[in-house]
């Protein structure tokens, strides 16, 4: 039987990468993610489905304690309200434009907004987060990363999901900026491949060439979230080849 690094119970998915399917038949891609073994999943743009989240993750089994909707300039409040019907209880902001993180008085703009945000958020029970792409690692500010300045400067309310693979292809080695991070983090993603810019050179979790142990070591009490921006073959056989490689279920 194959080694499990992690339990179902702290996998999840991230819907964007089933996108297609999803516009295609929600109720139907929900599914097949569920069949897969999933129990979580993350969804994205979540102001915009919120109504049909709501109705159809019961059905197969699923919840969604993290989901990815943009926070900074938005109207906090109808984000708010969709995260409670949805059941979601962090709300991570995906991406703030990469103009703003190009000195340290950006940053700490954007951690300020984000800061403000959560002190909101949490009136409502919930928390906010921010998630990273490859450039808030190749930013430095007197020769630390743009992230870890954003991480210091913001309020301890405001948490972090550490895109692993973006993290590596910024430059940085994903388990020591982990556990630089530490508590921090509540959830990363967890994805493959050849440390490329290329969406759709990602595989599933695995099959590339990151070291998906150490990683998953080096943040253990965070939520694991597997994702691929695009990839070149069958995305639900690539998801469930990842969940097969992190559970040590049979694929």
Not at 223 to 242: I, K, M, N, T, Y
Request: glycine content about 8%; cysteine-free.
């Amino acid at each position: 039987m194959a080694t499990s690094l992690v339990s179902a119970d702290e996998l999840s998915v991230q819907l964007y990468t089933v996108r297609d399917a999803i516009a295609q038949d929600l109720p139907a891609a929900l599914g097949r993610l569920a069949e897969i073994g999933f129990r979580r999943v993350e969804p994205w743009g979540l102001t915009d489905r919120a109504d049909a989240l709501a109705e159809h993750l019961p059905a197969f089994g699923l919840t969604a304690p993290t989901a990815h909707v943009h926070l900074v300039g938005a109207d906090a409040e109808a984000v708010f309200a969709a995260a409670k019907k949805v059941g979601v209880t962090t709300i991570i902001d995906p991406h703030v434009p990469e103009e703003n993180w190009t000195d340290r008085e950006g940053i700490e703009r954007t951690a300020a907004q984000l800061g403000e945000i959560a002190a909101r958020a949490a009136d409502h029970g919930l928390r906010v987060g921010y998630h990273n792409h490859a450039f808030e690692l190749e930013r430095r500010v007197d020769g630390v990363s743009a992230l870890e300045v954003f991480a210091n400067a913001a309020p301890e309310a405001v948490v972090l999901e550490v895109d692993t693979y973006w993290a590596e292809v910024g430059g940085e080695p994903a388990p020591e900026l982990l556990r630089r991070l530490g508590d921090r983090v509540v959830a990363i993603h967890v994805k493959d491949g050849p440390r490329t810019k290329v969406d759709s050179d990602q595989v599933g979790v695995g099959d590339g060439i990151l070291p998906i142990a150490e990683i998953l070591a080096a943040s253990p009490q965070a939520l694991r979230v597997v994702e691929l921006d695009a990839h070149s073959g069958d995305v639900f056989e690539a998801v469930a080849r990842s969940f097969a490689f992190l559970t040590g279920a049979e694929a």
